[in-house]
């Protein structure tokens, strides 16, 4: 089993940046995807950013220019780099990471809060 720990939420104003942090437990050699989701209130949960093995990146039409994603495998840690925040990015944010033979494991989630 691996836990994925996610730190870097908190109340931000609208313009500020914030970076969250996701750390695997343990190294995974076989890595498919990690990516971020994220989940308002009311709303169903929705895809924000994907980093590949080979370091592909796709993101929402919603962040692009906004937020980057990016990986440091020494560390076993994928962080989101979230700029010029706007209150419709408030929510909770989850980590997700799958690997090459079907498993996926999921953060705890960590809350993101902008403030207009």
């Known amino acids: 089993q691996v836990q994925l720990m996610e730190s870097g939420g908190g109340l931000v104003q609208a313009g500020g940046s914030l970076r969250l942090s996701c750390a695997a437990s343990?190294?995974?050699?076989?890595?498919?995807?990690m990516a971020w989701y994220r989940q308002a209130p009311g709303k169903q949960r929705e895809l924000v950013a994907t980093?590949?093995?080979?370091?592909?990146?796709n993101y929402a039409d919603s962040v692009k220019g906004r937020f980057t994603i990016s990986r440091d495998n020494a560390k076993n840690t994928v962080y989101l780099q979230m700029n010029s925040l706007k209150p419709e990015d408030t929510g909770v944010y989850y980590c997700y990471l799958s690997t090459t033979y079907g498993t996926g494991y999921w953060g705890q989630g960590t809350q993101v809060t902008v403030s207009s």
């Open positions: 980093i590949n093995s080979g370091g592909r990146i």
């Open positions: 343990r190294s995974i050699g076989s890595i498919n995807v």
